[in-house]
Each structure stands twice: as C-alpha cells, then as structure tokens.
C-alpha cells in the first residue's frame, strides 16, 4: 500500500482525498499557493508544502515545484484530483520517471483520450457508438463545406485539440459556416495553439449521460453505472444526479458495456469517466461517445452513494497494486442522489464571479445529506481559482425524495459575505422541468437567465424585523457572526437605513 | 408578523416568532455592509460608513472605469488620448478563469489609464479616466 501520498491539488477535493488516506492509514502532505495558506486542506494534512505565488501556472500547474514538494517530503504517490495536471500526460509520466506512483491512468492512456480526433477514431475502431462526423485533412473551407454538407445540418465546429467547450460553434445552415469556421480557428489557435477542426452532427436537446468505469492491473474493467449531467451552464456542470430517468435497463446495459470496450480500447487503469450524448428516451434511445475524462470526477459522490462504494479508496487500492475491490456482478444502484455545485457566482448579475470573506458559514446535516467543501467561517475566496466553494450531495430512496431533500438542505446552507448560486440551485430544483426529469443540456443556457431573474428580490419580512430588532437594541449585535458589525450607535451605522437592499 | 419577538440564538443566528410561525435569520456584517440569510436567501444592506470601501464607491464618477470585484487586468485596448466609443471594450479582466470585458460607459476620450496588464486590481478602484 502506498505509504505517504502528495495530494496536488486544493479545495474540496484534496481534502476529499486527505480523507481516504487517513482512513486508509496513508501519510498525507498537502501543497499549497500563496493564496491558499490558510485553507483547510494545508491545516488538515500531516505535511504542507509551499509551491508558489497564486497564479496557477506558478503553483497548482507547475510540475517541477510540485515533484520537488513530492521528493523533498519522501513521498511515495501523487494524486493529482481534477482539473489543474489532472489529465497532462507529460505530468503523471514525471511522475513515473520520478519513481512515483501516480493515482490515475497510465500517461499513455492519457494521451489517446487527449486528442478528440485520436479518440474518436479509436472509439470507432472499438465498437463504441460516436456522434456522425467528419476530420477532413484538407481544412480548406472548401474541403470544409464538403464535409459539413456530408455530415447534414445542424452542425458543430469543434477544436480538435480542445474543451471546455472553447471555440466550439454550432451552424445551423450553410450560410453561417464560414462566419463561424473562422471564428473556430481564431478561439482554436489561440487557446490551444492548433487550428484543426473537426465537424459533428448537432444532437438536438440531448441529455448528458456518463459512465464510470474502473480498471485495475490484472484485467479487470467494470462500469459502475451512470450519472446525468445535463444541468450545466456554458458547459459548467450545476446539478447531477443518478439513476438518469431516461435509461431504459436495456440502453444502461449497452452504455455500460460501452465504456467498458472504450477503457480497454486506451488500456486504461483506475478511475475514469466515458461521457455521453443521450438522444431520446427508453429502449429507443440512442447514445454517442463524447469523450472520456481519464481523472476522478467532481460528481464521483453521487456514484458512491448510489452504489454504496468508496471511489477515491479503490483509486488508492488500485493504484497500490491491489485488485479492484469490487467486481462488475456485485455493484447495484439503490435509491437515488443529487449533486449541487455551490459556486460563488451572483446569478442576479450574470453569474459574476465573487470574492470576499466568508463571514458567516455553516453546512446544512442530516440523513442522506454530504457536503463535501474547501473553505470554512472566515475563508477568504479568492480571484485565483475554480469559483466552486462546496458540493451538496443528497441520497434518498426515490427522485422526489431526494430533491426534497437537496431543496430541504440548500435552505439550511448559511453562507454569508458573498453571493452564491444557492437561490438559482433552489429554483431549477423547483422548477416543472427538473421536477419532470425533462431538462436537456442546453436548458439552462436557454432559460438559465429567466430562472435566475424569478429568485425572489425582496428581504423577507422576518429578516427586517431582526435587522429592526437590533437597530432598537443594539447589544443584540453581539451576536452577530462576528461582532464586528461597527460601532453601535455611531451616524454611520449600518442599521440606520433599509434602503439599498438586493434580495 | 404584527406581534413577533427576536431572540439571539448565538453564532450569528437569530430566531423570529409571532403567533403564527417561528423562522431562523442569520446575520453577519463587517465594514461594508450586513448581510442577512434566511431559508436560502440571502440579502445585503450596504452600511453607509465612512470606511474606504464606502468611500471609494461615492467618489465614482461618470468619468471612471471600475472593476466590478477583484480581478487581473488581461487586456487594455486604451492609451491616454485615444477616442472610444460607448459599449466598446476597453479592458478585459480575468477572475476565477472567467474574463470579464469592461466596455466603456460613454463615448469620450481617454483621460488616464491607472492599471497596467498583470495587475491585481480590487473592485471600486479606479481603472481608467475618461475626459
């Protein structure tokens, strides 16, 4: 087993991972920027490293610092968690030239599943179902319109180096397909340095469904069920759940044993996600390969709590050498479960991003409810990072129950000196289309804008009255989060006026 | 709630009753404003202090440029003396890998630019001047 892992990431997810180790019996050391010297998970770990200033590229993305961190503390693995190196081929093979043991997939497997050409063709050649599409060599606009008119309209423009849904242009006749391949190859080029595009039919009001699926190094490959994703916004997840209600037993049983082929297709080893475009519903759906995330997933809790297993565990067990601890047989879905990103965005502004001191915060408890976060009461969130504060996960025995549940604990989640999207979480859990399990994934970039402006706007009438209650008695203050709300009864007091609320 | 009363839970947590219902508030402030949670909602009262953060957003003019929150400065399409029109972009922020375009309020002339790209700017501070 390994003995004393890096953990090189921040947030929610290393601590997510220092659990595991200790649980596990494993060493933990902790990295960490400038900015983060405070967070919780450099005080929970039983080492923490300085690796550089707050801009990423100098800290959480610099290899060099981090391996130096890894060696310097006698470190035996390296968990990379997601985003930041998670997925950089050249970094996990760092890893391994430095003697280390990377918790996650051989660089090898990164790299097929890096290029999106690359992959689709192996996809392909696997058996796995793919979206109709076309890489022409000639990227002329000619060879071009060719092959969108092959392909059939409506179409997508994607980067073939790319994601996050960078540069990615959907045409919907031919009149705009020359606008809109020069505009791919402009974003293209500059955010990945390589102008290959490739076109895609254009799946209307698909569902986002994916697969996990868990390797180990004796041959063993099982999928461990699906999530459905399909609430996102600009491609930013906001709420998953599963079982997806459109999967018929016949169309899981296939999407399984799909992303199943497509693991073993790369060789693929421990956990990885095979993502998918849902068309329709029941035994007629039909499902295409996007493409796999080789690292674990944001949304992994609502696997382990459906399927009742410890992903980050087995991650640890695999990448020790043990064989996977479960076997396809033996994994059964049982209930369901909800995931909410709690991000710091203020919906009622666009989703602007927030920063500020958490000056009140408090994480809702009880049965079938986690809430696995990065920051704690007087965390200050910064500029720098992914603006994902915590992650709400509920478990209970049917759907309904369970967005009871989820609307039962955003209520009871408390964070105060910075908006957050919790009112937007609250409406689409309440609203006719998620109640119906109908949203697909372009709902929210439609209708996100609505949902937002119908969060009510007007402080509750019980708020005023203990706004007015300590305005009267101003020894009431002390109990403020954190008495320090002025001095009481100076012209400047913040209690003198009710004018400029924003709901 | 005509007859209710207010009780101090501690932690910043207050209870509401009347003879109807009973509903838990939170409320928390520092030095620029108070903010107050109940049942998921959240609500600001921006304080009317005399502290620099306050004092900085009275200061603010049509002829300003301000960053909306903490942010890097990417981009600056704008020198000194250079005409720009109303909704142009004439400086691009990075925060939380979001980029936030700042279009110019009004047409004018560039006045004065007070940021240089790289820089870490706070919200309320003043990024450019136009005449």
């Given at each position: 087993m390994i003995r004393r892992l890096l953990i090189a990431n921040r947030g929610e997810i290393a601590r997510r991972i220092l659990r595991a180790c200790r649980e596990l019996g494993i060493e933990t050391v902790a990295v960490y920027s400038d900015a983060d010297a405070a967070a919780p998970h450099v005080s929970e770990a039983d080492r923490a490293i300085r690796i550089g200033p707050p801009p990423?590229?100098?800290?959480?993305?610099?290899?060099?610092?981090?391996?130096?961190?890894?060696?310097?503390?006698?470190?035996?693995?390296?968990?990379?968690?997601?985003?930041?190196?998670?997925?950089?081929?050249?970094?996990?093979?760092?890893?391994?030239?430095?003697?280390?043991?990377?918790?996650?997939?051989?660089?090898?497997?990164?790299?097929?599943?890096?290029?999106?050409?690359?992959?689709?063709?192996?996809?392909?050649?696997?058996?796995?179902?793919?979206?109709?599409?076309?890489?022409?060599?000639?990227?002329?606009?000619?060879?071009?319109?060719?092959?969108?008119?092959?392909v059939g309209f409506p179409?997508?423009?994607?980067?073939?180096?790319?994601?996050?849904?960078?540069?990615?242009?959907?045409?919907?006749?031919?009149?705009?397909?020359?606008?809109?391949?020069?505009?791919?190859?402009?974003?293209?080029?500059?955010?990945?340095?390589?102008?290959?595009?490739?076109?895609?039919?254009?799946?209307?009001?698909?569902?986002?469904?994916?697969?996990?699926?868990?390797?180990?190094?004796?041959?063993?490959?099982?999928?461990?069920?699906?999530?459905?994703?399909?609430?996102?916004?600009?491609?930013?997840?906001?709420?998953?759940?599963?079982?997806?209600?459109?999967?018929?037993?016949?169309?899981?049983?296939?999407?399984?044993?799909?992303?199943?082929?497509?693991?073993?297709?790369?060789?693929?080893?421990?956990?990885?996600?095979?993502?998918?475009?849902?068309?329709?519903?029941?035994?007629s759906a039909r499902f295409y390969f996007l493409e796999m995330n080789t690292r674990l997933q944001v949304e992994h809790p609502v696997t382990e709590a459906v399927v009742g297993i410890d992903l980050v565990h087995a991650q640890l067990r695999v990448a020790s050498g043990e064989k996977l601890p479960f076997s396809q047989d033996s994994l059964t879905q049982r209930g369901h479960a909800i995931e909410c990103r709690i991000y710091a965005e203020d919906p009622a502004q666009g989703f602007l991003p927030q920063a500020g001191p958490l000056l009140l915060y408090r994480e809702p408890q009880g049965p079938g409810i986690r809430v696995d976060s990065g920051v704690k009461k007087g965390s200050e969130v910064s500029v720098h990072y992914d603006p994902m504060l915590a992650k709400l996960i509920v478990h209970a025995s049917t759907r309904e129950e369970a967005r009871r549940r989820a609307i039962t604990a955003l209520r009871d989640f408390a964070i105060l000196g910075i908006r957050t999207n919790i009112p937007f979480l609250l409406e689409i859990l309440d609203h006719q289309k998620f109640v119906d399990a109908s949203i697909d994934t372009e709902f929210l970039d439609r209708e996100g804008a609505a949902i937002a402006s119908s969060i009510p706007q007007e402080m509750p009438n019980a708020a005023a009255l203990v706004i007015e209650a300590i305005r009267k008695n101003p020894a009431l203050r002390q109990n403020d989060a954190l008495g320090t709300g002025g001095t009481p009864g100076t012209p400047a007091d913040p209690f003198e006026s009710l004018g400029s609320w924003r709901g | 709630m005509d007859k209710h009363s207010v009780h101090a839970l501690g932690d910043g947590w207050f209870l509401v009753e009347d003879d109807e219902r009973r509903v838990r508030v939170a409320v928390a402030s520092n030095a620029d404003g108070t903010w107050v949670f109940m049942d998921g909602q959240v609500a600001r009262l921006d304080s009317g202090t005399q502290g620099p953060a306050a004092?900085?957003?009275?200061?603010?003019?049509?002829?300003?440029?301000?960053?909306?929150?903490?942010?890097?400065?990417?981009?600056?399409?704008?020198?000194?003396?250079?005409?720009?029109?109303?909704?142009?972009?004439?400086?691009?922020?990075?925060?939380?890998?979001?980029?936030?375009?700042?279009?110019?309020?009004?047409?004018?002339?560039?006045?004065?630019?007070?940021?240089?790209?790289?820089?870490l700017v706070q919200p309320g501070v003043n990024l450019l001047e136009l005449d």
């Open positions: 990423a590229r100098e800290s959480y993305l610099n290899i060099d610092a981090i391996l130096g961190a890894a060696t310097a503390s006698q470190c035996d693995a390296v968990h990379p968690g997601y985003g930041f190196l998670s997925e950089r081929a050249a970094f996990a093979r760092a890893v391994e030239t430095a003697g280390l043991t990377f918790v996650g997939p051989p660089a090898s497997a990164l790299e097929a599943m890096g290029s999106k050409v690359g992959a689709r063709k192996l996809m392909t050649n696997a058996g796995v179902p793919v979206v109709p599409g076309e890489t022409p060599a000639d990227q002329s606009d000619g060879s071009m319109t060719a092959a969108a008119q092959k179409l997508l423009i994607k980067p073939a180096a790319g994601g996050g849904g960078i540069g990615m242009k959907a045409v919907h006749d031919e009149s705009g397909l020359a606008g809109a391949l020069a505009a791919a190859r402009r974003e293209a080029k500059a955010s990945f340095g390589n102008d290959t595009l490739y076109i895609e039919r254009l799946i209307e009001k698909p569902r986002h469904v994916e697969i996990q699926v868990f390797a180990d190094n004796y041959g063993n490959t099982v999928h461990v069920f699906e999530r459905e994703c399909s609430a996102q916004r600009r491609h930013q997840k906001v709420i998953e759940e599963s079982p997806c209600a459109a999967l018929s037993a016949s169309v899981r049983g296939r999407m399984g044993a799909a992303a199943v082929a497509a693991a073993q297709a790369v060789g693929y080893r421990n956990a990885g996600t095979c993502e998918f475009l849902l068309e329709g519903d029941g035994d | 004092s900085r957003r009275r200061s603010r003019g049509p002829q300003d440029v301000m960053s909306p929150m903490p942010a890097t400065v990417v981009a600056i399409n704008a020198i000194p003396g250079q005409a720009v029109t109303e909704g142009e972009t004439i400086i691009v922020l990075e925060a939380m890998k979001m980029e936030l375009p700042i279009k110019a309020p009004r047409s004018g002339v560039v006045k004065a630019v007070h940021c240089a790209k790289g820089d």
